[in-house]
C-alpha cells in the first residue's frame, strides 16, 4: 500500500509451467504430511445446464427476429457437410443435440460465464472436479430462445419448486449428478455437478433482488437508486442473499473432503467463504471475483459494508481481475473496517486470520475461438457483409445493453467522429449489436434509438446508413463473421471486468486484417491489452480521434499491435487462468498463517486441572483480551460480565489472579484498583503491584532511560506530519498511536517512522521497538510481560495450573515464558531479572524448583484459530475469555 501506482504488467508463463508448479507443490505439501485430496470445488450461483421435464413433442428451441427491429442480412446457407468444426459453446442449437434425455428430464446447456466455464473444464485434466451451483428454473418444458432474451435467461413456461414432488426431484438431482459434459474436449477426470435447491422467492430475491438491483450497480460505481425504476432499498433483498450463501455453505459442507480446495466465483456468494470457515475451520477456500470492486468511497455507501467484507475476509485467498481491484478492496477492509494490513503488504489480517489477495485476470478459450472462426459457415457471411458495405469503412461494437456498457457515449463519440472529420461521411458505418442485458431497461433502449435515428438523420442519406443498430442475440457465426470483416473494433465500457469480445476480436482478426482496437481504460482487462487504443468513454473527443486513427493506421502499425494483443490473448486463456488459480491457493496451503490451527480452548480438560489444583495461577491480558479493542482507549471499561468473573477469581484464596497489560497504573486502578486482591501490571511489565498491596514497584529505576527524549522527538516528528496521531508518554515507555489518523497514511507513516528508529536508534540505546494495534511503541530490552510471568512463576513456584490469555504482539512474550519441555514431571526455575531488578541483593533468590505440570499450562491466544502464536490454544472473541473463567468458578462452587 507504500504505492499506488499499477504495478508492469508481466507476460503470463505459459500453461505447462503453471502445471508443473502445481505439481510440485502438490509433491511438497504432501511430504509435509498436508493431505490434499486431488480435487477442486467451484462453487457458482448458476450450474452450466437447464433443467425441463422431458417432454419429446415440445417445441424445439427458435431463434426469431422481433417484429420492428432490424436484422442481419441473409446469407447463403452453408454447406453442412464440409462443417467439421466443433459446435460452438454459445451457439442456439437444438436441444436433441445438448440435452441429457432420461425417463424424466431432459438437460440442455446454459449459455454464458463460457470463459470461466471453459477454464473450470480444463483443470478436469488434471483433477477431480466438483461445480456446486443453483440448477435454476424449472421448466415444465425444454425452453426457447428468442432473439431479444438474454442467452442465460431462456423463456418458457415454469414449473414452481414447491409444485416438485420428492421423488422428481431426487430424479433430478440424479440426471444432474449423472450429466456428462458434452461441452468439454478434455480427457481426464470427471466435471461432476451437483446442485443447491432452493425456494423459488428466495432464489429470485437473490440473485434479481440484492445482486442485480444492489451488487452489481455498486461495483459498477452506481448506486441501487441510480438505476431503480422506483423507491430502491439496499437492504430489502438482504435476507435472501444471506439465506442463499447459508444454502450454499451447506451444500458445500455435505460434499467437502479434507485436502480438497474450494474456489468460490463472484458477486453472488460474497459470504460464502466465512459461512465455509464457520462450518470447517480448516478448509482451503480462494474467493473470485469477476466484476470490478469499487473503491472504498464508493464501497462504503452500501449499508450492509463490513458484513460483505467479513464474508470475503472468510477466504485465505481473495483473488481479482486487476491489481486496481485488490487495492481497492484492500482499502476498503482498512477504511472501511478497521482492519490491517498483513505483514509484507500482501494480505489483510483480521484477529490474527490473513487474508492474502491477489490479482489474475480472466482470459478466453482461445484455441476454442480460434477453431469456431474457421467454421465453413463463417465465410458466407463475411463475404455478404463485404459486399453489403463495399467501399465503406466498418466499424464493429457488441456489447449487452447495461448502462454500465456504455453503448449511448460510444454512439455519440461516433457522432463525433463525423462532426470532427467530415471526411468519413459516407464512408465509415457502424454496426452496434446489443444483446439484451439480464434485465429490461426501456429507459436506455429509447435513448440509444433516439441516438440512432438522430446520427442516421443527422448524417445519412438514401444511400447511406451511418449506425446499424441490431438489438437482438446473433448467432455466433454472424457475431464472427462481424468481427472478422471489421475495420476497427471499438468496445468502450464505462466500467466492466472482463470483456470476451475485445480478446474474441482480436482472434478473429489474426486470419483477416488484423485490424485496430479502441477499448476503455475502466476494463477489467485494459491492463493486459496494452497495444490497443485505450480511452476514457466519457471523453468523447478521445474516443473519436482514437477511431480516425485507428481507420488511418499503416499496415505496420497495424500489425505490430496486433501481433502483441494476440500473444497476450493466446497466453493468458481461460485455462492458465484457472490453473493459476489453483496455483495460488496451493501456495497458500501451508503458508505462515496456515501451518498451524490452534485448537479450541478444551474447557473439560481445564477444568479438571482446575479441580485438582491446589494453587492456580490467572495472568489476563487487558485490551482485546478481556475487553474488546475500541477506538478510543480511554472506553475501553470492564464489562459486568468481566468484573464479576474478576470478583469470583480472587475470591478463591488458592487462585492468584493478575492483569498485565500495557495500560498505565492510573487507568488499572480506577477500573479495577478495588479488587484487592488483585495482581496487577502495568506498561507492559515496568511496573507490579502484588495482590493485597497498594503501592507499585518500579522497574526501569536502575535502567537508563535518557533515551525516551530522542525517541520523544522522533515521534513529535512524525505527529506533526500525520493528522489524528498523537504520542503516549508512560514511566517505562512512549507510544504513539495512529488509530485515529488514515489508516492508509498512517500505517505508511509507522512503518517509516519504525524504519528511522530500527536503524538509527536501537543499535545504540538497550531499547526495543514492537509495532501493535496502531501503534508504535518504544520500551527498554529489560522490560516485557514475559518477564512478568517469570517474576509470577518463581514467586510461586507450588502452583500447579496456570491460565495465561493474551491478544496481541506483545503477549506472545508471556507465551514464550511458560514453554517447558513437555513430558518432564518437574524443572528448576532460575530468578529471573524482574526478581533481581527489584532487589539490591542477588543471593536472596536461589534457583527454585516449580510443582507445575506442563499439562496443566493453557496458553490461549484470542483470535482466529489460524493465527500465529506461541499459545497452545485458542478462543476467538473476549467474551468468550470472560464467559469461560465464570463456567469454571460457577461449575466449581456447585459441585461443592
Known amino acids: 500500500m507504500d504505492s499506488f501506482s499499477e504495478p508492469s504488467t508481466q507476460q503470463s508463463p505459459p500453461l505447462s509451467s503453471i502445471l508443473d508448479s502445481i505439481r510440485t507443490l502438490e509433491e ?17 450461483h448458476y450450474l452450466p445446464i437447464t433443467c425441463s421435464l422431458n417432454t419429446p413433442s415440445a417445441p424445439a428451441h427458435s431463434v426469431h427476429s422481433v417484429p420492428g427491429l432490424l436484422s442481419p442480412p441473409s446469407t447463403p446457407p452453408a454447406d453442412p457437410a464440409h462443417d467439421t468444426q466443433p459446435p460452438s459453446p454459445v451457439d442456439i442449437s437444438d436441444p436433441k443435440d445438448d440435452a441429457l434425455q432420461n425417463t424424466k428430464w431432459s438437460l440442455g446447456v446454459r449459455y454464458g460465464h463460457a470463459a470461466m466455464i471453459s477454464g473450470i473444464r480444463s483443470l478436469s485434466a488434471t483433477h477431480e472436479q466438483v461445480l456446486v451451483g443453483w440448477p435454476g428454473d424449472i421448466y415444465s418444458s425444454p425452453p426457447s430462445f428468442s432473439a431479444t432474451q438474454a442467452p442465460s435467461n431462456p423463456e418458457g413456461p415454469k414449473l414452481p419448486m414447491k409444485d416438485l414432488r420428492d421423488e422428481d426431484r431426487a430424479a433430478l438431482e440424479e440426471a444432474i449428478m449423472n450429466y456428462e459434459d458434452a461441452e468439454s474436449d478434455e480427457k ?5 455437478l451437483i446442485p443447491v435447491w432452493m425456494d423459488d422467492k428466495v432464489a429470485h430475491g437473490h440473485y434479481d433482488g440484492y445482486c442485480k438491483e444492489t451488487l452489481w450497480p455498486l461495483f459498477h460505481y452506481l448506486l441501487w437508486q441510480d438505476v431503480a425504476t422506483e423507491y430502491a432499498s439496499a437492504d430489502k433483498h438482504w435476507p435472501a442473499y444471506e ?13 467437502l473432503r479434507p485436502g480438497d480446495l474450494v474456489w468460490v466465483h463472484d458477486y453472488h456468494l460474497l459470504l460464502l467463504p466465512r459461512m465455509i470457515r464457520q462450518q470447517v475451520p480448516d478448509a482451503y477456500v480462494g474467493l473470485f471475483v469477476h466484476t470490478p470492486f469499487p473503491s472504498s468511497e464508493v464501497f462504503r455507501c452500501v449499508p450492509r459494508r463490513k458484513e460483505i467484507l467479513d464474508g470475503m475476509l472468510g477466504a485465505n485467498l481473495v483473488c481479482f481481475q486487476t491489481y486496481s481491484y485488490s487495492r481497492h478492496f484492500t482499502s ?8 490491517e494490513i498483513a505483514a509484507g503488504a500482501k494480505g489483510i489480517d483480521v484477529a490474527g486470520h490473513v487474508t492474502a489477495v491477489r490479482h489474475c485476470p480472466v482470459g478466453v478459450d482461445a484455441e476454442r475461438v480460434g477453431k469456431d472462426i474457421q467454421r465453413p459457415g463463417i465465410q458466407p457471411k463475411l463475404e455478404a457483409l463485404r459486399a453489403l458495405y463495399q467501399g465503406k469503412k466498418i466499424i464493429v461494437g457488441r456489447d449487452k445493453l447495461d448502462v454500465v456498457k456504455g453503448v449511448v457515449q460510444k454512439m455519440r463519440a461516433f457522432e463525433k467522429l463525423l ?18 442485458a439480464l ?3 426501456p429507459k436506455l433502449e429509447r435513448q440509444v434509438s433516439e441516438i440512432v435515428s438522430h446520427v442516421n438523420g443527422e448524417y445519412g442519406s438514401l444511400d447511406f446508413i451511418p449506425v446499424h443498430h441490431y438489438h437482438q442475440t446473433i448467432k455466433k457465426d454472424e457475431f464472427y463473421a462481424l468481427l472478422s470483416v471489421a475495420d476497427l473494433g471499438v468496445v468502450t465500457p464505462l466500467r ?11 482472434i478473429a482478426q489474426e486470419k483477416t486484417k488484423r485490424s485496430p482496437l479502441v477499448l476503455s481504460e475502466f476494463m477489467g482487462i485494459s491492463g493486459e491489452m496494452g497495444e490497443a487504443m485505450l480511452t476514457n468513454p466519457w471523453n468523447l473527443g478521445e474516443v473519436a480521434a482514437a477511431m480516425h486513427h485507428g481507420l488511418l493506421m499503416s499496415d505496420e502499425e497495424k500489425t505490430r499491435r496486433h501481433e502483441s494483443l494476440y500473444k497476450q490473448v493466446t497466453t493468458h486463456t481461460s485455462h492458465t487462468w484457472a490453473a493459476m488459480l489453483v496455483q495460488m491457493l496451493l501456495e497458500r496451503v501451508g503458508a505462515a498463517g496456515m501451518a498451524r490451527q490452534t485448537p479450541p480452548l478444551p474447557l473439560e480438560m481445564m477444568e479438571e486441572w482446575y479441580k485438582k489444583a491446589g494453587k492456580r495461577l490467572f495472568l489476563f491480558d487487558y485490551d482485546g483480551t478481556l475487553t474488546p479493542i475500541v477506538k478510543t482507549p480511554s472506553m475501553a471499561v470492564p464489562s459486568e460480565p468481566t468484573l464479576e468473573a474478576l470478583e469470583k477469581l480472587t475470591g478463591d484464596e488458592r487462585n492468584v489472579v493478575y492483569i498485565i497489560s500495557g495500560r498505565d497504573q492510573e487507568f488499572l486502578e480506577t477500573h479495577l484498583g478495588h479488587f484487592g486482591k488483585l495482581g496487577m501490571s502495568a506498561e507492559h511489565g515496568g511496573f507490579i503491584r502484588e495482590p493485597g498491596q497498594a503501592g507499585w514497584t518500579n522497574f526501569t ?13 522522533i515521534f513529535k516528528y512524525y505527529t506533526e506530519r500525520t493528522t489524528g496521531s498523537h504520542i503516549e508518554v508512560k514511566k517505562s515507555s512512549i507510544t504513539w498511536h495512529y488509530r485515529a489518523s488514515d489508516p492508509e497514511w498512517g500505517a505508511f507513516q509507522c512503518r517509516q517512522c519504525q524504519d528511522l528508529l530500527e536503524n538509527n536508534l536501537v543499535h545504540k540505546r538497550p531499547i526495543e521497538v514492537l509495532v501493535g494495534k496502531k501503534n508504535l511503541e518504544v520500551r527498554p530490552i529489560a522490560v516485557n510481560k514475559g518477564e512478568i510471568v517469570k517474576r509470577i512463576l518463581y514467586l510461586h513456584p507450588d502452583a500447579q495450573f496456570v491460565f495465561c490469555a493474551g491478544d496481541d504482539k506483545t503477549d506472545e512474550d508471556m507465551f514464550r515464558a511458560l514453554l517447558f519441555p513437555t513430558g518432564e514431571s518437574k524443572w528448576t526455575m532460575e530468578a529471573p531479572l524482574s526478581v533481581t531488578l527489584a532487589s539490591k541483593d542477588k543471593s536472596q533468590h536461589p534457583p527454585r524448583e516449580l510443582a507445575l505440570p506442563s499439562e496443566a499450562i493453557f496458553t490461549t491466544a484470542v483470535g482466529h484459530s489460524s493465527k500465529k502464536t506461541l499459545a497452545s490454544w485458542h478462543v476467538t472473541t473476549p467474551e468468550e475469555v470472560v464467559q469461560s473463567m465464570l463456567n469454571i468458578v460457577n461449575d466449581v462452587k456447585a459441585n461443592l
Not at 439465506?243 to 460434499?255: I, P, S, T
Open 701 to 713: 529505576e536502575s535502567l537508563d532511560m535518557s533515551w525516551m527524549n530522542e525517541v520523544h522527538e
Open 419 to 436: 462532426q470532427d472529420y467530415p471526411e468519413w461521411i459516407g464512408n465509415v458505418v457502424l454496426i452496434q449489436v446489443t444483446s439484451p
Open 243 to 255: 439465506a442463499v450463501n447459508q444454502l450454499f455453505a451447506d451444500k458445500v459442507r455435505e460434499v
Open 188 to 192: 481426464g477426470k470427471s466435471l461432476k
Open 332 to 339: 476498503s477492509c482498512v477504511r472501511v473496517c478497521g482492519y
Open 28 to 44: 511438497q505439501h504432501q511430504a509435509k504430511g498436508i493431505a490434499l485430496s486431488g480435487r477442486v470445488i467451484h462453487v457458482c
Open 496 to 506: 466492466d471486468g472482463m470483456n470476451t469480445t475485445s480478446m474474441e476480436f482480436v
Open 439 to 441: 434485465t429490461d431497461s
